[in-house]
């Protein structure tokens, strides 16, 4: 035991702890601010406007979604989630469409897994088009969820649209 101590006390101790939190998030903070003040604020100027813009736009966005009936699906083959997004006031290099896959929990979601971002393939009237390749790693249920995300850093609170699998 004393060995132990003696051994691990070099890395779990509350300089180490500091010096961590302060690497991992005060510098980073830090830099962070400068980035943003640099210029007389342009920066920040710029990202309040667009936050206001994409938080007055983002009810209007939404996502629909469907995979292929009928198909066999086997561990080691991609199932592919076609999906329509109507973006509105909302450009393509603003919002990132995603597709979340994993063990379904009981609200039938994914509980962890894989997140695939999908492949922006052209427009159809006035929704854009994607497609998301999900990788089938595991055999059985798969939850496969799909979700919008605003790029820069407003958080997301689209409906989700979901599915449950079942792979061979």
């Known amino acids: 035991m004393a060995a132990s101590i003696g051994h691990l006390g070099s890395v779990f101790n509350p300089h180490r702890m500091v010096m ?22 342009v920066v920040a100027e710029s990202l309040a406007q667009w936050r206001e813009r994409v938080s007055a736009a983002w009810p209007t966005v939404t996502v629909r979604s469907e995979v292929g ?7 080691g083959d991609a199932i592919a989630v076609d999906i329509w997004a109507a973006l509105g006031m909302l450009g393509t290099d603003e919002v990132l ?9 009981a609200d039938g979601r994914p509980t962890d897994g894989d997140v695939v971002s999908a492949r ?3 427009a159809e009237g006035a929704e854009q088009r994607y497609v998301a390749e999900v990788p089938l790693s595991d055999a059985g249920q798969l939850a496969i969820t799909v979700r919008a995300r605003p ?3 407003v958080g997301s609170a689209n409906p989700y649209r979901h599915f449950l699998l079942t792979v061979e």
Do not use: K, S
């Open 20 to 41: 961590e939190y302060a690497e991992r998030a005060y510098f980073t903070a830090h830099r962070a601010g400068d980035a943003l003040a640099a210029d007389r604020h």
């Open 69 to 75: 009936p009928g198909q066999t699906l086997r561990v």
């Open 97 to 105: 469409i995603e597709a979340v896959a994993g063990r379904p929990g």
């Open 120 to 122: 922006h393939v052209g």
């Open 151 to 153: 790029i820069n850093a």
